[in-house]
């Protein structure tokens, strides 16, 4: 290669790697940490649990189960919402809140102006429960390694725990969600901003006024993070 050849193309390369850098710094600047390299890396390690949770037998949903409900959304969200376990359309559809109560958090997703796409949406259990029950605790415990899975690759900077047994779960408490709502936790360093499940809204319409202020408070608490 000529001389003047060989030094225009270290000046191109040089310039395309420090273009590379100025955009990695100005993403990190708006809160996204890994802007280029996550993203695929990211999403490649989901999909291995999922596979491992589509042939789960560890506990007895493993057998009743039509099919697992893994989770969807943004693989390098700031914000995963967690709820407690798949229902009878999410059962025969492979993807969570999608039923009624699906509908109505879709709806308080988009209160703080953001979409399904932009935010991971999951579930403690990850296989319907008969009848709909209440997850059994042997059953959260067998499946409660995929969800810190999940939130280990993700790395959001918050996680809003929809219903008790969500709360309950990351916060390794016995408290209620009546009595943990409206405030922040932690969960290692990601803030846990506890609310009622959009269900017990369907039931219980009077909920809807503490979830609309907790919803609030996730989106404060987005903002503050992005500021660090």
């Known amino acids: 290669m000529p001389e003047e050849e060989s030094i225009s193309w270290a000046r191109q390369f040089s310039r395309l790697i420090s273009d590379i850098y100025t955009y990695a710094e100005f993403c990190q600047r708006m809160g996204d940490?890994?802007?280029?390299?996550?993203?695929?890396?990211s999403q490649s390690k989901l999909e291995e649990i999922r596979n491992q949770t589509k042939h789960c037998q560890k506990c007895r949903l493993g057998k009743t189960r039509t099919q697992s409900v893994f989770g969807e959304g943004n693989p390098r969200s700031?914000?995963?919402l967690v709820g407690e376990?798949?229902?009878?359309e999410e059962d025969q559809q492979g993807r969570p809140f999608v039923g009624k109560a699906g509908q109505l958090l879709t709806r308080i997703i988009a209160a703080i102006d953001l979409t399904r796409e932009e935010v991971y949406i999951t579930n403690v259990v990850k296989c319907r429960p008969p009848q709909n029950r209440n997850p059994l605790p042997d059953e959260i415990a067998a499946c409660e390694p995929y969800l810190h899975a999940q939130l280990e690759i993700i790395q959001p900077r918050v996680i809003c725990a929809?219903?008790?047994?969500?709360?309950?779960?990351l916060l390794k408490t016995k408290n209620t969600i009546s009595r943990l709502r409206g405030r922040c936790y932690n969960y290692g360093n990601i803030t846990v901003v506890p609310t009622f499940h959009p269900a017990a809204c369907l039931r219980f319409p009077?909920?809807?006024?503490?979830?609309?202020?907790?919803?609030?408070?996730v989106k404060e608490t987005l903002k503050d993070v992005s500021r660090e």
């Open 206 to 217: 009077q909920y809807k006024k503490m979830v609309w202020e907790d919803i609030q408070l």
């Open 85 to 88: 376990a798949p229902g009878y």
């Open 162 to 169: 929809l219903g008790n047994f969500a709360a309950q779960t």
């Open 33 to 41: 940490r890994e802007p280029i390299f996550r993203s695929s890396t």
């Open 78 to 80: 700031q914000l995963v």
